[in-house]
Each structure stands twice: as structure tokens, then as C-alpha cells.
């Protein structure tokens, strides 16, 4: 038997069709096109199955479930989607509208969460039964897996990791409060921080790396940084210290076994995990340096959602 985990975004609806043993033999890709009615994103996402599954070369019948990860606050016992700003969708009963063009059972979830169990599946949470993940993007999202299940809280709206305060009183975040782990920490946050060190140092090697400010992106302070550029190695190091100190937040408050960070800054590797490692060691509340948690990448990337997504019957109770 197969399941179907889906990646519902703001710009691409991703579907995958998963073995039993978390592979994913085929993909299938669309655009959202968003804004629009959720009976037509609803649309999108079944032809969506339909082009995936004829890839795959696999019956609506050897499907046993299909799983959703959306953006937003999604209501994993009725399937609804409570709020998601991103897509237009305010109580929208997403199960329904699929299951009765598909007849499976149909299971929804937040996509940070789905993408967390991914890692714990098949990915480098693997074999770990309390794992955080951390994505740092666009923002900071986050999945909370706590003995092998996703924590959402009493109202579907736990995990919101990005929005605990590091600076009160701080930089503006999108979610109106100021000073936020994810305005301090997220890659956008990042090329800002780089932004401002360029205008306050015209002779900064970043300049001539970027080009413009234009330019700017989630390497430029890095690579600056390799240079030897002190403006971007100032950045580099402020970045690793607001990280840290939203990240050892997370290890004293949940002690996992493993917290996994992913998105495209982690492509730095051991540039970034080294000193995040040394800063946790430093700064986590730990007894046992020998039972403490381990930092690492997560290693699935865009798959994880997919494969999250297609096991959640799993988690049904």
C-alpha cells in the first residue's frame, strides 16, 4: 500500500506518492495561484494527486491515506483549516473537500509540523523519540515531536516557536509583537542585519560580493566573513548569537533529544553548528553534559512535508 503526503504552499501545491518504507516513488507540482475560492485550490490539489499518482504508476485503490500539510492553524481531529492569512482560509472543512472527490480518508496538519515528523521518520530525527525542528526561512516555524507525536497544544496552535521573545521591546515581527526570536534569527532577519552593516560600512568587502543591496542574501555576511571582512564577520557573529540564544531557549524549555535546524542558511554546515553548538553547551540548563541534546541539519528538505504529511494516519486516535 501507498500514501499521498501533500505540501500545500502560498506558491506550489507539491504532492508525493510514499512506499511503506517513507520513499517517495513519484512527485507531482502545481501552482496555487493564489488568491482564489477553496473549492478551487481544492481542484488543484486533487488533479494534483491524479498527475502523481499516474507518475508513480499507482491505483487510486493501492492508496491507503492522504495527509496535508498546510500553512496555518489546522484542526488535525476535523480536518478544517481554523486560519491560514496565506492561503484565504478561515474554518475551511479542507478534508471534505477533498474526500469527496478522492472516497480516502483524509488527515491535515500544520506544514511546519508535518515537516518535523518527516525528519522523525525518515530523516535526521530518526530513531529519536522527542525531536524539535527549527526552519529558518522567510520566518521561523517550528514542530515539536514529544514522544513521537506532534504537540500542537489544547488548540492546534502550539509550536509557534518563531514568536517567543529574545529582545523585549525589539525589532518589529510580522506577527505584531517586537523583538521575536524569528525577527532576530530568520534568514530574512539575517540579510537585514547585513543590509544595515553595508550602509553604516561603504568599505565593506560585501559590497563588491552583493554587488548592490539589492543582492543581498542569506551568504553575503558569510562569505564576507570567509574574507576576512570585519563588518560581515560582525554580522556573522551577532546572527550566531541571537540564534543561539532563541535555540538554548528551546532546549531548556523542551530537552529534546535532538533539535534539527533547517533552510537554506544551513548549507554553512559546520560554519553555523560549530559555534551554535559551543553557545547551547555554554548557555542550556544541563546537569549531564552526557544526556544532553544534540544539535544537527535536518537533512529531508522540501521532502520532509511530503513524507510528514503521508504518514500522519499514523497519529489519528
Known sequence: MYNIGIDLGGTNIKVGVVDENYNIVAKATAK??????????????????????????????????????????????????????????????????????????????????????????????????????????TGVGGGIIIDGKIYTGFNFCGAELGHSVIQYGG?????????????????????????????????????????????????????????????ASDVVEMYINYLGCGLTNIVNTFQPEVLLIGGGICKEGENLTKPLNEFIARESYCIDPNRSTKLDIAKLGNDAGIIGAAYLYTLAE
Open 171 to 231: 525589532r518589529q515581527c510580522g506577527c505584531g509583537r517586537k523583538g521575536c526570536f524569528e525577527a532576530y534569527s530568520s534568514a530574512t532577519a539575517l540579510i537585514n542585519m547585513t543590509k544595515e552593516a553595508m550602509e553604516a560600512n561603504k568599505d565593506s568587502k560585501m559590497w563588491q560580493i552583493a554587488g548592490s543591496l539589492d543582492n543581498v542574501d542569506g551568504k553575503t555576511a558569510f562569505d564576507g566573513w570567509r574574507e576576512g571582512d570585519k563588518a
Open 32 to 137: 496555487t495561484n493564489l488568491p482564489r475560492p477553496a473549492e478551487e485550490i481544492a481542484d488543484a490539489i486533487v488533479e494534483t494527486v491524479w498527475a502523481a499518482l499516474g507518475e508513480a504508476k499507482v491505483t487510486i485503490g493501492e492508496v491507503n491515506s492522504i495527509g496535508i500539510g498546510t500553512p496555518g492553524v489546522a484542526n488535525r481531529n476535523s480536518g478544517i483549516v481554523l486560519y491560514s492569512c496565506n492561503l484565504g482560509f478561515n474554518n475551511t472543512d479542507l478534508r471534505a473537500l477533498i474526500q469527496k472527490k478522492l472516497n480516502k480518508d483524509i488527515y491535515v496538519e500544520n506544514d511546519a509540523n508535518a515537516a518535523a515528523f518527516g525528519e522523525v521518520l525518515n530523516g535526521a530525527g530518526k530513531g529519536y523519540k522527542d525531536v524539535v525542528v527549527v526552519t529558518l526561512g
